[in-house]
């Protein structure tokens, strides 16, 4: 098993219990999609289809970023997990 | 001679001679520089030696929308006002959206260009073709907002739309803004120069439509980008709910919301104190510029600490610079201080970036109590920051005017080690993100012709992971020189020239921003521009201002970080583990100016002036023995 440490911010927060940060035991092998559903096995849902759509790719401006790196420039949701990594999971986010 | 979009027309105005003169806007300046900051930059470059006082008669002030500005298409209120700076010495534009900008094209300029210094206050009064050069000796020492109330009652007229200086432009702040209604040219000491030509003000009202060429292609265009901007997934309702604050979450979770002058980005959780939830607690309404569907600003009223009353709009960058970098985790003071710097018409960066040098050097035993006038400047202490912000604008005695020329000039006057702890490039102070944690986006600020400024080449694929045109790790440093250039170029061309919000770049079409441009803009001026002709003129524009800075003396040497950010790693939060080593910079530097066709020394080839259609700038090179 690994353990991966989930954080996310705004919109996204609210739908995972208002916590900003959590850590989930996850087989190995474990995928960016198998966590984030996961997430959605967890908090129902509203979570799911906020994250996914229809075909189960991410909706737009969803962005995932494992240690720091956005996912489209590793595997994207096919990304491998790895014990102790961290996963920052965005709402729609721009300006600045 | 125009068909539509440009209303064909330059005025010049001298402030030493009080004179007057309209002149035709060149077709070939409109088709190879768009408008705006293109305008700007071309205008500079032909007028103004890069060896100028900027401070003194003979540097320029050149106020420029763009041909879609005051047209019916989405979110184009905005204007470029370029100038020598006296921040950093380079080129010095700055961009302001809200309702002056359009007035300008409906008085039937393109081009407003100030020259000269008046030996007395003036401000000048622009109504169609009648322009008059008034009396300011009675609004000199009156704020920005009692400006605006006194210049609209002379006039009897409430429409007015007026730009002016505070008293911090007045004093020659160079970090003196020029503040039009609640919104300002924020950066680069422009507000200054406007203090040195003894102008107060610039009131307009114009009473003219901006032409279309092709109506029915122009309709089209707008259509698209409004359909665009619905299917956004951050425009409606988050951006327009929230505004620019929700990105102090975003940043402070991937660890580079920089905090205390930079010493800890990444230590403390800003987001929890200063964040969107915080802050969306003092909402009040949000505010449109001319023309926008979205109405982003949102204005807040300070609830407690003392600060009630205080009412004001800050943004992102506000939350860090009078927030997180001082140490400050009050919403409130951050909105009275925002406020403050507003009324007497300072930069909220360069002034929040300033007071936490002064704070670091305080803790360090650098300054004390008797250089601060008594002030205790640790982290954290808003209410010194809101003394300093008066003593900033009125240039005080003693702390005051220590901090009110900026970092750079404050470094010197410390001496010693303090240089390492001052955070500007080019002597423009760095906006709210660590640059270590997000390299492309760091890049543009060593490379930006303005100093550290994170508008000229925002990189969305680093901040919000955005893969266009491609997905980037944001701690790489490889094909970062690339991106930069690329960044650069397009939002030069895409937003700082026809004049267009730049987050509708990021939020609305990144993929198709060059033909979204070239098609609002061909069919608003019957210059028939391609998507390829669009990203030349980025291409164009950067290479222009960099020969310009180059003749202002600038070299490979001033592309760089600050010593901290080079020397010391990020230690905690998501960005852990990342500096900018040497090694790093040079790589990412060799790899821009490769990807620019400048040389090596930073100096563009005389195959790329070429190219451009550059000339003036090959002779200014030649000239010094550089091509």
């Given at each position: ?25 996850l ?40 240690n ?25 986010v721009?300006?600045? | ?12 105005v001298n ?41 003194g ?13 005051g ?29 002056f900008?359009?007035e ?9 260009i ?22 300011a ?38 970090m ?13 000491g ?13 009131a ?42 929700m ?13 205390e ?10 987001s ?23 109405g ?22 506000t ?40 704070m670091e ?12 006038n008594?002030?205790?400047?640790r982290?954290g ?20 005017a ?30 709210a ?5 997000a ?22 694929q ?54 979204n441009?070239?098609?609002?803009v ?13 990203g ?14 180059i003749?202002?003396g ?15 790693t ?58």
């Amino acid at each position: 098993m690994i353990m991966v440490e989930i954080t996310t911010i705004m919109g996204l927060r609210t739908l995972m219990g208002g916590e900003k940060d959590q850590s989930l035991t996850l087989p190995d092998g474990t995928t960016v999609a198998d966590a984030l559903d996961q997430l959605g096995k967890i908090y129902g849902l509203a979570l799911h289809d906020r994250i996914f759509n229809d075909a189960h790719q991410l909706n737009p401006g969803i962005a995932v970023f494992v240690n720091g790196c956005v996912i489209y420039a590793l595997a994207g949701l096919e990304t491998e997990l790895q014990d102790g990594d961290a996963v920052l999971l965005f709402p729609p986010v721009g300006g600045g | 001679m125009f068909q539509g979009g440009y209303m064909g027309k330059v005025l010049r105005v001298n402030l030493t001679t009080k004179t007057v003169a309209v002149e035709d806007l060149p077709e070939k300046i409109a088709r190879d520089y768009i408008g705006g900051a293109g305008f700007g930059v071309k205008y500079l470059f032909d007028e103004v030696p890069g060896d100028v006082d900027p401070l003194g008669p003979d540097n320029k002030l050149i106020f420029a929308p763009g041909p879609l500005s005051g047209t019916p298409a989405p979110c184009a209120s905005r204007m470029a006002v370029t100038t020598k700076s006296p921040l950093t010495g380079a080129v010095g534009m700055s961009l302001s959206g809200g309702y002056f900008p359009v007035e300008l094209k409906f008085a039937g300029y393109d081009v407003l260009i100030i020259e000269g210094q008046s030996e007395t206050p003036v401000y000048l009064h622009i109504k169609d073709d009648k322009v008059a050069i008034k009396n300011a000796a009675k609004l000199w020492g009156m704020d920005t907002q009692i400006t605006q109330t006194i210049i609209k009652q002379d006039l009897n007229d409430q429409n007015t739309r007026i730009a002016c200086i505070g008293q911090a432009g007045e004093n020659q702040s160079k970090m003196a803004a020029i503040i039009n209604e609640r919104r300002a040219f924020g950066r680069k000491g422009v507000g200054a120069v406007m203090g040195s030509k003894n102008l107060k003000a610039i009131a307009i009202r114009g009473s003219n439509k901006v032409p279309l060429a092709n109506p029915e292609a122009f309709e089209t265009a707008r259509k698209f980008m409004l359909g665009a901007m619905k299917q956004s997934p951050v425009l409606y309702p988050e951006f327009s709910k929230l505004g620019t604050p929700m990105v102090v979450d975003a940043t402070s979770a991937m660890g580079i919301f920089p905090s205390e002058n930079y010493r800890n980005t990444g230590e403390k959780d800003y987001s929890t104190s200063i964040g969107v939830e915080a802050s969306i607690s003092r909402n009040k309404g949000n505010e449109h510029c001319y023309g926008c569907p979205v109405g982003c600003t949102q204005l807040k009223l300070a609830k407690g600490q003392g600060y009630e009353g205080g009412m004001s709009d800050p943004e992102y960058e506000t939350y860090y610079s009078l927030g997180s970098v001082v140490g400050v985790e009050s919403v409130d003071s951050i909105i009275y201080n925002d406020m403050l710097c507003d009324k007497y018409g300072l930069d909220t960066m360069s002034v929040g970036v300033t007071i936490a040098f002064a704070m670091e050097l305080f803790e360090r035993g650098m300054l004390t109590a008797a250089d601060t006038n008594g002030l205790d400047l640790r982290f954290g202490n808003h209410q010194a920051v809101t003394q300093l912000i008066e003593e900033i604008a009125f240039r005080r005695e003693g702390i005051g005017a220590l901090l009110c020329d900026g970092s750079r000039i404050m470094a010197d006057k410390v001496g010693g080690d303090a240089e390492y702890f001052a955070m500007h490039i080019k002597g423009l102070e760095l906006p709210a993100y660590d640059p270590r944690g997000a390299k492309a986006h760091g890049l543009n600020f060593a490379t930006s012709y303005t100093g550290a400024d994170h508008n000229r080449g925002y990189a969305f694929q680093e901040v919000f992971g955005i893969p266009v045109p491609n997905a980037y790790d944001r701690f790489a440093v490889a094909g970062k020189g690339w991106l930069t250039k690329w960044n650069q170029d397009i939002r030069c061309a895409t937003t700082d020239c026809p004049t267009m919000c730049g987050f509708l770049m990021d939020m609305a079409v990144p993929a198709i921003a060059e033909q979204n441009t070239a098609d609002l803009v061909s069919s608003a001026s019957g210059i028939a521009l391609t998507k390829e002709d669009v990203g030349k003129v980025g291409e164009r524009v950067n290479n222009l201002a960099r020969v310009f800075n180059i003749s202002a003396g600038f070299t490979r040497a001033d592309d760089t970080f600050p010593k901290r950010i080079m020397d010391e790693t990020i230690k905690e939060g998501g960005s852990r583990g990342q500096r900018i080593s040497q090694e790093d910079l040079d790589l990412m530097l060799n790899e821009y100016y490769e990807a620019r066709n400048w040389r090596q020394d930073g100096v563009p080839t005389q195959e790329k002036l070429t190219e451009l259609d550059l000339p003036e700038a090959a002779v200014l090179l030649a000239a010094r023995g550089l091509l």
